[in-house]
């Protein structure tokens, strides 16, 4: 899924957590993707090449495939895995005694984006390095599927805010 939607669903999945816990798990449900993209995103902007991520779609895919670096792809594996997630995630727990709540945001942005993922544009290799089996889904990129999450977003936070009024 893009960015955007997953700081959107993340923010209301923990709607009724503490302040505190609800941006820690927005910045955590944004981190896998912030972390993969963030640095190509900063390079692509100095070398003037920034354009390309402007129109991320179905009708571009290969060709942003082609201009990206293999060290982002490694990035894409690191912050997509399940099995990297569960050490950080029971390590922490382990070593500091409390469940990492917030750190949940992570481990629902990877489950989010194995079936929103095609073969075609990062398919989320979600059982890294233990596997290289890749889920193919349906691509958030799709029109009909951008419409779909992004009204669905409208309506849900229309309804959570109704119902804080009342
Ligand atoms: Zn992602």
Redesign the pocket.
Same mark, same amino acid.
């Given at each position: 899924?893009d960015?955007l939607a997953?700081a959107l669903w993340t923010n209301l999945a923990y709607w009724n957590a503490d302040t505190s816990t609800r941006l820690w798990a927005t910045a955590f449900g944004v981190a896998? %993707?912030a972390l993969?993209f963030g640095p190509e995103l900063v390079r692509s902007m100095v070398s003037r090449q920034a354009k390309k991520w402007r129109k991320v779609d179905e009708s571009t895919f290969e060709d942003i495939n082609r201009t990206i670096p293999r060290w982002v792809f490694r990035l894409?594996d690191i912050?997509?895995s399940i099995p990297i997630w569960s050490v950080v995630f029971f390590g922490w727990w382990w070593l500091v005694g409390s469940m990492p709540l917030a750190y949940l945001g992570w481990l629902g942005?990877?489950l989010? %984006?194995i079936p929103t993922?095609s073969k075609r544009f990062?398919p989320?290799p979600f059982l890294w390095p233990l596997s290289d089996y890749k889920f193919d889904g349906i691509s958030w990129g799709v029109r009909w599927f951008m419409i779909a999450n992004y009204g669905s977003l409208a309506v849900t936070y229309l309804i959570v805010m109704l119902a804080a009024w009342t």
């Open positions: 899924m960015i997953h896998p %993707d993969s894409y912050t997509h942005h990877i989010v %984006d993922h990062f989320t």
